[in-house]
C-alpha cells in the first residue's frame, strides 16, 4: 500500500505523476481532496475540479479515469481493477 498526504495542488492546467509498481493482483487508485466553500451562487458546488487518470503497460496506451467517467461534481475519484 502506497498514501500520499498532503500534497499541495498543482497551479491550474498542471499535473501531478506518481508510478507505482505492480506486484500482481487487483489494484485500487483513490484521490480525495477537501475542497473550499463554493460561493452559493454557483452553478456547481465544485471548485477545485481534480481528475484522476490512470495509466497501464496492459492498457496498451489506453487510460482509464476515475469514477469511469470525467467527474466534474465530486471530489472523490477511484479506479480499480486488474492492470
Known amino acids: 500500500m502506497q498514501v500520499v498526504d498532503k500534497v499541495p495542488m498543482a497551479a491550474q492546467g498542471n499535473s501531478q505523476k506518481y508510478c507505482v509498481t505492480g506486484t500482481g493482483g487487483p489494484l485500487k487508485v483513490t484521490l480525495v481532496w477537501h475542497d473550499v466553500p463554493a460561493a452559493l451562487s454557483a452553478a456547481t458546488q465544485l471548485v477545485n475540479d481534480l481528475d484522476l487518470t ?30
Not at 56 to 82: C, R, T
Open 54 to 83: 490512470v495509466y497501464a503497460n496492459s492498457l496498451n496506451g489506453y487510460s482509464v479515469l476515475g469514477n469511469g467517467v470525467s467527474d466534474h461534481l465530486n471530489n472523490v475519484e477511484q479506479v480499480g481493477g486488474a492492470y
